[in-house]
């Protein structure tokens, strides 16, 4: 079993920044973690890709946060983070990261991020 805890979420002003983290960890073997991502869920939406990184660093990001989010990993810790600029009121949402092992995806339990002046 995998766990992936996620934290950095908050409550920020229209225009400011967050950092989002989402660590991976199990017990007992080692494991490699594939793909990870982060998505998000507003109130009564559905949930949406945000971004996702392969293990060899390729990115892929929505139309709506290219060029304010950055996504990155740290392989050695099985944790992927989520660099959050001039972030907007649409942003509010709950955060979720998720990652690969094999064949079996895992998801974090969601941070949320709240924008609001």
């Known amino acids: 079993q995998v766990q992936l805890v996620a934290s950095g979420g908050g409550l920020v002003q229209p225009g400011g920044s967050l950092r989002l983290s989402c660590a991976a960890s199990?017990?007992?073997?080692?494991?490699?973690?594939?793909?990870m991502g982060w998505y998000r869920q507003a109130p009564g939406k559905q949930r949406e890709l945000v971004a996702t990184?392969?293990?060899?660093?390729?990115?892929v990001y929505a139309d709506s946060v290219k060029g304010r989010f950055t996504i990155s990993r740290d392989n050695a810790k099985n944790t992927v983070y989520l660099q959050m600029n001039t972030l907007k009121p649409e942003d509010t949402a709950v955060y979720y990261c998720n990652g690969a092992v094999g064949r079996t995806t895992y998801w974090g339990q969601g941070t949320q991020v709240t924008v609001s002046s």
């Open positions: 990184i392969t293990n060899g660093g390729s990115t």
């Open positions: 199990t017990s007992g073997i080692i494991f490699s973690i594939g793909a």
